[in-house]
């Protein structure tokens, strides 16, 4: 089980009204998957896309260097207690304690 913060929680809780309303838009176009986090259509986020049109511009615009989409892992990973198993950008799993 994880626990979310109450932000996290309502952030998301409107992420699903949004997709909602997204999803009467487009009707019978509506690929349904069953992601949190998809395109306009439902289908699953492309990770060139995301990094390229989304990460680029966030990054820029709050002034913070421009860093790979995988490289927002490893923090997080490093903060967990416990060994951890780690896959880095395109290399082989690596098992930390």
């Known amino acids: 089980m994880v626990k979310l913060l109450p932000g996290v929680l309502s952030a998301l809780f409107e992420h699903l009204q949004a997709q909602q309303q997204r ?8 690929n349904e998957q069953g992601f949190v986090f998809t395109n306009e259509l439902g289908e699953p986020l492309e990770r060139h896309n995301l990094a390229h049109r989304h ?3 966030i990054l820029e615009e709050a002034g913070l260097p421009q860093i790979r989409l995988c490289d927002l892992r490893h923090p997080a990973t490093r903060s967990m207690p416990g060994p951890k198993r780690l896959r880095a950008c395109g290399a082989s799993p690596v098992t930390t304690a």
């Open 23 to 30: 999803r009467e838009e487009v009707g019978g176009r509506w």
């Open 55 to 57: 990460l680029r511009k």
